[in-house]
């Protein structure tokens, strides 16, 4: 069974940084596209980004050149680096792993605000 745990969300100023891990358990991790996408109040899930297992990264137009999503397969997790954070970034961050089916984590807030 497929267990994805998000950790490294929480409260942070506009312009700053997080960092998202997802710890996963219960598939090969190493021949899954992981990803992250998000949730914001009253809005539909959207994708953040995705990581395919041979490392090809595709991104939403709004996070290119601030976000970067890695992976290492050692450790199962994968990671999501936020910088240049805004309001508009708040959302509720869920991991997702994809072979055909797809897997999601619980979900963690993040909250820009000043």
């Known amino acids: 069974q497929v267990q994805l745990v998000e950790s490294g969300g929480g409260l942070v100023q506009p312009g700053g940084s997080l960092r998202l891990s997802c710890a996963a358990s219960?598939?090969?991790?190493?021949?899954?596209?992981m990803g992250w996408f998000r949730q914001a109040p009253g809005k539909q899930r959207e994708l953040v980004a995705i990581i395919t297992s041979g490392g090809t990264t595709n991104y939403a137009d709004s996070m290119k050149g601030r976000f970067t999503i890695s992976r290492d397969n050692n450790k199962s997790t994968v990671y999501l680096q936020m910088n240049s954070l805004k309001p508009e970034d708040t959302a509720v961050y869920f991991c997702y792993a994809s072979r055909g089916s797809a897997s999601w984590g619980q979900g963690t807030q993040v909250t820009v605000s000043s």
């Open positions: 219960g598939i090969i991790f190493s021949i899954y596209t």
